[in-house]
């Protein structure tokens, strides 16, 4: 395997900024941007005019605008050298930072913002086209809730799926949003496992508590050259130091197994070029629109054995302290999902983490991450975009 490119540590992330969740909270992406900027400058005590490039995700409200990057860096004041929109949905925050690394490497910008900000349960202006209105809505197959029920039939059929593994991670996720005052205020409820089991079904088997919810919010990091973030004195330094990503695996295959997905190559393979072993991993925050997308990956990034990821769960203290701290800020199933930006929510907890900033919830002697993104459900298959990335401190 090729060196990683993010194997010197010569490209770091320097700050971390995220919005309050909110459901129908009536503002715009450009106004949750605002905000999330903000608090980057404020902790790099750096200005619009320090930087020099800018990614984002597309957001579900802003999606009929073909112009929106850079509108929206109009409206944050910056004059972009480059500009990045990655449309592989929750997917991009990982991918994005991967981006702005290869583009600050070879010289296309010195300080990159890596913005995340969406409005849907305000403003929704997406229209999901080719196989959904063709294949799905006519049968009613409504949107990704009914995929995953599939996905979980197909799954049941073939290993057998405990219930229970699945609430146990749904309370620790929500253990976590408890104590996170970024989250939804809604879901900062305590719930138990047979709250989880108890919950009505959706896609059968698919339960209420096994889903996000649409939401606004937004996130975002500040990242640079590691000598120019030390000439600057930024002490708080996080390194993405392997990544790897695909989009439609196996796409060849017209009769796939749905239960297999490209987190089986990217999970290991990022690993490997960090040179970790599961074992090695001290916390996971694995994209979370689905419970059971968290469960499969538990498998295919190599922490549990194929068809055993629900008995994982169930018998492993995933808590900040546990044996392995999963999602410790709640991930967006208890945090709120804000859109396309949701990935965001998962990466700047972990980043969150490794600069200690964990509160209550900080994970003991944190050095590193692994860090996921799933973007797109297509149709007869498993979910579209797989990446995987691990942070060091």
């Avoid at 809730?145 to 599939?150: E, H, M, Q, S, T």
């Avoid at 609430?167 to 005052?181: E, P, S």
Wanted: glycine fraction near 12%; aromatic fraction near 8%.
């Amino acid at each position: 395997m090729a060196k990683s490119f993010l194997a010197d540590k010569d490209i770091c992330i320097v700050a971390y900024g995220e919005t309050k969740i909110e459901r129908r909270g009536g503002r715009s992406a450009y106004e949750i941007a605002a905000e999330v900027a903000e608090q980057l400058y404020k902790k790099t005590k750096l200005g619009p005019s320090d930087v020099d490039g800018v990614t984002f995700c597309v957001p579900l409200s802003e999606c009929s605008n073909p112009f929106w990057s850079g509108y929206a860096t109009e409206y944050l004041g910056i004059s972009a050298r480059w500009l990045q929109t990655s449309d592989i949905g929750g997917a991009s925050a990982i991918g994005n930072v991967a981006r702005a690394a290869m583009a600050i490497k070879s010289g296309l910008c010195e300080t990159v913002m890596i913005m995340g900000a969406d409005a849907p349960s305000t403003q929704w202006r997406a229209y999901y086209g080719s196989y959904r209105n063709e294949f799905w809505d006519p049968v009613g197959v409504q949107g990704p809730p009914g995929a995953f029920g599939l996905l979980m039939n197909r799954y049941e059929h073939q290993y057998g799926l405990d219930f229970t593994g699945l609430g146990a991670l749904a309370v620790a996720q929500r253990n976590g949003a408890i104590k996170n005052k970024n989250a939804y205020e809604k879901l900062r409820q305590k719930i138990t496992v047979d709250d989880y089991i108890n919950s009505r079904q959706v896609s059968s088997p698919l339960r209420l508590l096994d889903s996000v919810m649409w939401c606004d919010g937004g996130n975002g990091l500040m990242m640079m050259k590691t000598s120019r973030a030390k000439k600057l004195g930024l002490t708080d330094r996080i390194y993405p130091i392997s990544y790897d990503e695909i989009s439609n695996f196996d796409c060849a295959n017209q009769t796939a197994d749905i239960t297999k997905t490209g987190h089986s190559i990217t999970g290991p393979s990022a690993l490997k070029q960090a040179k970790l072993k599961p074992k090695d991993v001290d916390m996971f925050h694995p994209y979370d629109d689905f419970l059971f997308a968290v469960m499969l990956k538990t498998e295919q990034c190599g922490f549990a054995k194929e068809g055993q990821g629900s008995q994982f769960l169930r018998d492993t203290d995933l808590g900040p302290k546990g044996d392995l701290p999963l999602n410790t800020g709640g991930g967006q199933i208890s945090c709120g999902q804000p859109g396309l930006a949701g990935g965001g929510v998962n990466l700047v907890e972990a980043v969150r983490q490794l600069m200690g900033d964990g509160g209550r919830r900080q994970v003991p002697n944190a050095r590193n991450a692994l860090v996921t993104g799933i973007g797109v459900i297509p149709y007869g298959r498993n979910w579209g975009s797989a990446n995987a990335m691990v942070l060091v401190n």
